[in-house]
């Protein structure tokens, strides 16, 4: 990071616009990246309710 992660201010701290770049871009990577795994989460829900229906077809096929 370096000496310019901080700008100091009248005694207050002020982070560098190109960190605060840095750590927008981040957010939305991990935002999109959330999004995605919250998609494969309801596929694999979507596929535990298609094996519970295979499963009742086979015990009305038994009765």
Do not use: C, D, P, W
Request: charged share 40%; aromatic share 4%.
């Amino acid at each position: 990071m370096g000496r310019n992660y901080f700008i100091v201010k009248n005694n207050t701290v002020v982070k560098t616009e190109k960190h605060k770049l840095m750590k927008e871009g981040r957010r939305q990577e991990a935002g999109g990246r959330r999004q995605e795994a919250g998609g494969r989460r309801q596929e694999a829900g979507g596929r535990r309710q298609e094996a519970g229906s295979r499963r009742q077809e086979a015990g009305s096929r038994r009765q």
